[in-house]
């Protein structure tokens, strides 16, 4: 199964929304520290979202910014490219 990240930046808020799937009433949500959102699904445990807040704050910061998330990152090709 092929599944996709979109990041959105939110000037106003200063939060970057990572998401698989847009966020729904239904997920839960789990402070994961450093000021990150997990939302969660309730079947699966699975995060589909993650919410960075402050992001422009973090970009001044010397320290490496980290999510502690696994990923398996992959490029997708078109097929007959």
Sequence with gaps: METRLTFRY??????LHI??????????????????IARINPSTDEVENLEVLFFSTRL?????????????????????A
Aim: hydrophobic share 35%.
């Design 60 to 80: 001044l910061r010397n320290e490496l910014f980290e999510l502690p998330v696994t990923a398996d990152l992959r490029v997708v090709r078109e097929r007959g």
């Design 10 to 15: 939110d000037r106003e808020a200063d939060i």
């Design 19 to 36: 998401d698989k799937c847009p966020p729904y009433a239904a997920q839960e949500s789990e402070e994961l520290g450093d000021e990150v």
